[in-house]
């Protein structure tokens, strides 16, 4: 059964790390961008970062450059998220979601099922 699984999620304090991971089962990730979201309570969903399937293009929500980190490594067939100086208003669930195709602007095929975050002292 195609699967994307996240994890790393959990409780961190504020200035904090946290590193997301996302694999795939029964399919490969190479030829897909790949895209974090979040959900924090009461808002919309909201992107925070995409690769495209080579690696070369990546893109960030504002509110996380220069803090978070996206990587893949297709060998491993895994895409990561490495989350550095965390805020209290990064608390949300965190999704990966594989793209249609190789872009970061094709649409999402496919989506996991989210870990949490949470940021608190």
């Known amino acids: 059964q195609l699967q994307l699984v996240e994890s790393g999620g959990g409780l961190v304090q504020p200035g904090g790390s946290l590193r997301l991971s996302c694999a795939a089962s029964?399919?490969?990730?190479?030829?897909?961008?790949i895209a974090w979201f979040r959900q924090a309570p009461g808002k919309e969903r909201e992107g925070v970062s995409c690769?495209?399937?080579?690696?070369?293009?990546?893109t960030y929500a504002d509110s996380v450059k220069g803090r978070f980190t996206i990587s893949r490594d297709n060998a491993k067939n895994m895409v990561y998220l490495q989350m550095n100086s965390v805020k209290p208003e990064d608390t949300a669930i965190y999704y990966c979601?594989?793209?249609?195709?190789?872009?970061?602007?094709?649409?999402?095929?496919?989506w996991g099922q989210g870990t949490q975050v949470t940021v608190s002292s």
């Open positions: 029964a399919f490969t990730l190479n030829n897909n961008a």
């Open positions: 690769i495209n399937s080579s690696g070369h293009t990546i």
């Open positions: 979601a594989a793209k249609r195709g190789a872009l970061c602007a094709s649409p999402v095929n496919y």
